[in-house]
């Protein structure tokens, strides 16, 4: 007997409209039904949590959109089985909205003009309830817990636009990002702090502290440019971590304050010390004898790097093959080059502390998924150096 085609047979029912009708109206309700018992199987398991209303969404199907009432929880653990995962509904669908929430700064009009070339049947609830799932998401990604022992974290300010919700107005603001990487071998962002005004020892502080809340206590290297107050804060909170000044800023700040043929001759030699140079000491001594030859011409910058000395050298206490990626902030540079391109997206300027929160949440899951996904091979090649180094800087709290 040949087979029956139930695909086809089921088209050829559905494409009644009555009959459409009729198996959407009690889908519906097998589904909310459904859903509400569910809710009270999680409930049941949970004697702090009760029943907490409902919510409106639609969601796709065969027969059409599906107008569901899901059920709530009060303590926001439940989410029914039938539901698409967040931000899952539509690969193309999500990327493309996603998209346009952050690069044309949650325009509904432009919205809804991609959404209607996608043919996606999105509605405004719904458009807004994904952009409060992301922000949601982006606070967990904020607060989540850190790895407490790192090898490094490198350290950028991002000076943009930022127009200030409270008075209407756009600022000069600047971001702070803090990219990292464990013990193992995995780089990520630990944190972004976006501000309005200039960074200064408060900022670092609270920078830090918000590092050390969520755990990350022992970075063996900071990498930063030579901001005004991090240099302290780092000896008040992190007394046991070297401080890496950034060696491109070193060469370009040569290149602002001496000479053309003087900052030439300089900085052929600073080249020379990082890639052939291994001893710390031995760099340092011949480093100030560089600087001997041109301290009577620049007396005040030659000073000023002479007492930042140690700062610019510090990759050389460190195994030979992670060196070349850790003597600058080009890694936390190279992330903030992608946000430049959101900010020129978004008219010039950031149009709300929580319009950032959003363009980086994006940024930083894109980037994870693909580019940094994997262990990185220099540090998975140096590991047993960085951690005996490990245990020789922080004494008394070796590696378990």
């Known amino acids: 007997m040949k087979n029956l085609n139930f695909n086809s047979i089921i088209d050829d029912l559905i494409s009644s409209k009555d009959f459409k009708f009729d198996m959407k109206d009690m889908l519906e309700k097998m589904l909310n039904q459904v859903m509400k018992k569910e809710r009270s199987f999680v409930i049941e398991q949970d004697d702090n949590n009760k029943a907490n209303g409902f919510y409106n969404r639609s969601l796709n199907s065969g027969l059409g959109k599906l107008n569901l009432t899901v059920?709530?929880?009060?303590?926001s653990k439940f989410r029914p089985f039938l539901l698409p995962e967040p931000y899952q509904r539509n690969e193309e669908s999500y990327s493309n909205l996603v998209n346009s929430l952050f690069l044309n700064s949650y325009s509904p009009n432009k919205i809804k003009s991609v959404l209607k070339t996608l043919n996606l049947p999105y509605s405004d609830n719904e458009i807004n309830?994904?952009?409060?799932?992301?922000?949601?998401?982006?606070?967990?990604?904020?607060?989540?817990?850190?790895p407490e022992k790192v090898v490094c974290i490198y350290?950028?300010?991002?000076?943009?636009?930022?127009?200030d919700i409270t008075d209407n107005k756009i600022k000069q603001g600047v971001i702070y990002t803090v990219l990292g990487i464990d013990l193992n071998g995995k780089k990520e962002v630990y944190g972004f702090y976006p501000y309005i005004g200039h960074e200064n020892k408060g900022t670092w502080i609270s920078i830090?502290?918000?590092?050390?809340?969520?755990?990350?206590?022992?970075?063996?290297?900071?990498?930063?440019?030579?901001f005004?107050?991090?240099?302290?804060?780092?000896?008040?909170?992190?007394?046991?971590?070297?401080?890496?000044?950034?060696?491109?800023?070193?060469?370009?700040?040569?290149?602002?304050?001496?000479?053309?043929n003087d900052a030439a001759i300089f900085n052929e030699k600073l080249t020379a010390f990082r890639i052939n140079q291994d001893d710390f000491s031995a760099t340092v001594s011949?480093?100030?004898?560089?600087?001997?030859?041109?301290?009577?011409?620049?007396?005040?910058?030659?000073k000023h790097i002479l007492e930042r000395k140690n700062n610019y050298f510090a990759f050389l206490n460190y195994p030979k093959p992670i060196r070349k990626h850790i003597y600058t902030t080009n890694p936390v540079e190279?992330?903030?080059?992608?946000?430049?391109?959101?900010?020129?997206?978004?008219?010039?300027?950031?149009?709300?502390?929580?319009?950032?929160?959003?363009?980086?949440?994006?940024?930083?899951?894109?980037i994870s998924n693909n580019k940094w996904s994997k262990i990185?091979?220099?540090?998975?090649?140096?590991e047993y150096e960085i951690n005996q180094l490990f245990n020789k800087m922080f004494i008394g709290d070796l590696i378990d």
């Open 71 to 75: 059920p709530r929880d009060r303590n």
């Open 129 to 146: 309830e994904l952009k409060n799932e992301l922000l949601d998401a982006s606070k967990e990604f904020k607060s989540r817990e850190l």
């Open 155 to 163: 350290i950028d300010a991002y000076h943009c636009d930022i127009k």
């Open 208 to 226: 830090f502290n918000n590092l050390i809340e969520r755990k990350l206590s022992k970075p063996m290297l900071i990498i930063s440019d030579d």
């Open 228 to 260: 005004s107050g991090i240099k302290n804060a780092i000896k008040t909170l992190f007394p046991k971590s070297d401080h890496q000044l950034c060696y491109v800023h070193l060469q370009r700040n040569i290149k602002k304050n001496m000479g053309r």
């Open 286 to 302: 011949n480093f100030e004898a560089l600087c001997d030859n041109f301290k009577e011409k620049y007396p005040t910058f030659i």
């Open 334 to 366: 190279n992330f903030n080059s992608k946000l430049e391109i959101t900010r020129y997206n978004s008219g010039g300027f950031f149009h709300s502390f929580e319009h950032i929160d959003l363009a980086i949440f994006i940024l930083i899951k894109k």
């Open 376 to 382: 990185l091979p220099h540090f998975r090649m140096a």
